[in-house]
Every structure is written in C-alpha cells, then in structure tokens.
C-alpha cells in the first residue's frame, strides 16, 4: 500500500487459513471434494456436508428450481410454475400451488395443495396436507388431510383420511386401493364426486388408455 504522503505501507503478515474437514468432505491439497450428496456447509473454521437440504423461502421463478438427492425442508411455498424433485422426504411450510412437485418419499404441507390443471403433487409414500383443492394428486402410500378434499383427482395405493369430525371430501375424482374416510362425502348440489375404491390404481389408468 501508500500512504497519503507516497511512502510504502509494508504488509502485515497473513494469517495462517486453517479449515477443517467435516462430515461428507475429503480434501485434497487447497481442494475440497464431496463424498456424497449434500448441500455445502461452513460453519466457524469447518466446512462439511448436510445431507439434507434446508431452503429459506419461497421456491419460484426467481429462486429457481429444486432437485435434489435427499430430504428438503422448505420454509415457505412452492409458486406457480416452479419445480421440486428430491429422491426422499419433502416437508413444505406453505401452500404448493400450481407447481410440479415429485418426491420418493413422503410429502408434508402445513398448509393446503392447489395445484389447478397446470400443476401435479407425485410421493413415493404418504402425503400430509391441511386441505386439497382443485389438484392433481398421486401417492403410492395413505393421502391424510385435515379439513377438505375438493374438486380433484386423486389417486391412492392406500387409504385417504379426512382427519376432521366435519372434514368434507366432494368433487372430482377419486381413485383409491383401500379405504376412505370422511364426515361428509359429495355435494348436495354441484359437481359429481366419482369414487373407484378397492381397485389399484394403475389397473385403473389402463383402462382409461
């Protein structure tokens, strides 16, 4: 450096840079390599790898889409158009809206699921969501909501579940390998509610090919 005068600025002596080496990571000379699948993490002086994936936000457009190999833990919503996929579970603090959203796990949505005609919901597993409504939806385990399962079609290799005393399932259609559940089933007035119940769901897509 220089001064203001034009004289020289002698450098400070570097501090030595010591990074350890964490879960998931090898290092080799200055590089670091992963082991495995994970999202990077740096915490004080080590640096290692998380196995799952932790989004802080609502996925969109803007954020970009999400494939990933292991659970993801979503602390917003997932937007119109956007993209999800991860190979194990997928917990979603918000509202999955007209979205693609696969995993080969289980799924769950503290809020609801809308997916309109645009957009699909596909576990390998369960699915957990407060309601459903006007979605695409398919699950290889049990589909448990909390209050409503509107004007949809879903498929189910296990049971579907309306948790609440009152929770209503009306609407769409319903294709399900075990049993269902709900206080109330269809409309007084409105759309049809098609149920297919006790058959396996791909038996099913067969025949309507």
Known sequence: GITVYGGSVEPTENDELIVHVGEGIQ?????????????????????SLAKSMI???????????????????????????AVVETTSDLIVHGTIRSAHVKAGGNIIVYAGIVTGSTGSVYAGGDIKAEFVENSNVTCRGNLLVGKALLNSRVVSNGSIEIRSKDGVLAGGKIICRQRIKAGNLGFKRGSKTDLLVGIDWRIARRIEI
Do not use: H, M, W
């Not at 000379?29 to 080590?46: K, L, M």
């Not at 989004?55 to 158009?81: E, T």
């Open 27 to 47: 290092q080799k000379g200055r590089r670091f390599y992963a082991s495995c699948d994970g999202v990077p993490v740096i915490e004080n002086e080590t640096i």
């Open 55 to 81: 989004f802080n936000g609502d996925v969109n457009l803007r954020s970009g889409n999400i494939r990933f190999d292991g659970p993801v833990d979503i602390k917003g919503a997932i937007d119109n158009g």
